[in-house]
């Protein structure tokens, strides 16, 4: 009799256990993001008809915790070239880092940003060499993500801000995204 109440308590033990279940937290509360990006921006430019932003691809990485988010970012530009003699080609690539925090509604997270980092305009004189400029950039925005259990697809909107530059002026910046979280 002994031995029955033990094994019926174990099997209800088995039972509770595997009926109710709940989510599991393989790194804590620590989630990690790797993602690939596509966008373009605005002329950043007051007086120049090239922009030597355009059209860009890169990629992101971070770690939330707690809903907190910090990462790095890189993106490169195509930018723009100018008909003339001789022909002028307008490239750029920004890397930095970036901090938010989480606001989540169920598959979505939106996540308020700021990302500082360099910014460096590649200019390229047909026949006759090349520059390069480098410049601090502040980008604040937005992202929204929807997650798909490891996957994710997203957007961003920023305002892109190169204070050490003259005669430059906010552009808008806006990507999609997918990557994966673990």
């Not at 007086?47 to 790095?72: K, M, W």
């Amino acid at each position: 009799m002994k031995n029955a109440s033990i094994f019926l308590v174990m099997a209800v033990a088995v039972v509770f256990a595997v009926t109710f279940t709940r989510p599991a937290w393989a790194l804590g509360p620590l989630d990690i993001e790797v993602a690939a990006r596509v966008g373009g921006a605005s002329n950043d430019a007051k007086d120049s008809t090239v922009n030597p932003l355009g059209f860009g691809l890169g990629g992101r990485a971070g770690v939330s915790c707690f809903g907190i988010y910090a990462g790095i970012s890189g993106m490169y530009y195509l930018g723009g070239s100018e008909n003339v003699e001789p022909k002028i080609s307008f490239s750029s690539y920004l890397y930095g880092i970036e901090g938010g925090y989480n606001f989540k509604i169920l598959l979505l997270t939106l996540r308020p940003t700021v990302e500082v980092g360099n910014y460096t305009v590649h200019v390229s004189f047909a026949g006759s060499g090349s520059s390069n400029t480098s410049n601090v950039y502040i980008e604040p925005g937005v992202t929204a993500l929807l997650g798909f259990g490891l996957w994710f697809v997203g957007a961003d909107a920023n305002v892109f801000l190169t204070p050490g530059v003259s005669g430059s002026t906010a552009a808008f910046m806006a990507n999609g995204q997918v990557g994966v979280k673990f």
